[in-house]
């Protein structure tokens, strides 16, 4: 069974940083692209960045150059180092498997919260 976890979450001042991790099971991790993506409150899920070993690593919208996706295949995990957030960032982030539809598995999400 496919699996991930997602963790890191929590509550941050603007400008802060966290460092998600999604920990993957199931499934031979360097065969997927690992995807992160964000729901806020009252707005559609969003990606943010996604991972592979044949493509190397995407970005999409405002994260772009303040938010750091990486892996560590020994680990099976996934991270996104996300530096100088903002009230704006403030999701659920979820990681998905791989980063595009049909997905075979999304993680139950983690809560980022940025105090203005």
């Known amino acids: 069974e496919v699996q991930l976890v997602e963790s890191g979450g929590g509550l941050v001042q603007t400008g802060g940083s966290l460092r998600l991790s999604c920990v993957a099971s199931?499934?031979?991790?360097?065969?997927?692209?690992i995807g992160w993506y964000r729901q806020a409150p009252g707005k559609e899920r969003e990606a943010v960045s996604c991972?592979?070993?044949?493509?190397?690593?995407v970005y999409y919208g405002s994260v772009k150059g303040r938010f750091t996706i990486s892996s560590d295949n020994a680990k099976n995990t996934v991270y996104l180092q996300m530096n100088s957030l903002k009230p704006e960032d403030t999701a659920i982030y979820y990681c998905?498997?791989?980063?595009?539809?049909?997905?075979?598995?999304w993680g139950q999400g983690t809560q980022v919260t940025v105090s203005s």
């Open positions: 998905s498997a791989p980063c595009v539809a049909p997905y075979d598995a």
């Open positions: 199931g499934f031979t991790f360097d065969d997927y692209a």
């Open positions: 991972i592979s070993s044949s493509d190397g690593s």
